[in-house]
């Protein structure tokens, strides 16, 4: 087996990936994964925030949050927070998994 033609490919296809390309409808995309990370949590983060805030000025007494308007933001709050959960476990399991593979 030829190493060379591997390593080769192998930076070809990172250049590829790291490369942004338009698309039909003239939007780029790249594969910047750990950014994409990033800006999930944040948003989850943010999805928190909210939700503490709303609670707040809830719990003091502010006319326009009601009830509803906590709830709502605490379970999509929640169910963010879980799947980004989820996401963790998957990318721990995977790591797992690659690091167990013989080389």
Same mark, same amino acid.
């Given at each position: 087996? *030829?190493?060379?033609?591997?390593? @080769? !490919? ?6 590829e990936a ?5 698309t039909?409808?003239? /939007? ?6 750990? /950014?994409?990370? &990033?800006?999930?949590? @944040? @948003?989850? &983060? ?10 707040? *000025?809830?719990? *003091? ?12 933001? *605490? ?6 927070? !879980?799947?980004?959960? /989820? ?5 721990? !399991?995977?790591?797992?998994?690659l690091? @167990?593979?013989?080389?």
């Amino acid at each position: 087996m *030829r190493i060379d033609g591997f390593q @080769n !490919e192998m930076q070809a296809m990172m250049f590829e990936a790291s490369a942004t390309k338009p698309t039909a409808t003239g /939007q780029t995309v790249g594969a910047d994964f750990g /950014q994409l990370l &990033n800006n999930a949590i @944040n @948003n989850v &983060n943010g999805l928190s925030k909210t939700s503490s805030d709303l609670q707040t *000025r809830f719990d *003091r007494g502010d006319a326009d949050v009601s009830l509803s308007d906590v709830m709502i933001a *605490r379970n999509k709050s929640s169910v963010a927070f !879980e799947a980004t959960i /989820q996401v963790r476990n998957k990318l721990v !399991e995977a790591y797992k998994e690659l690091m @167990n593979m013989p080389v």
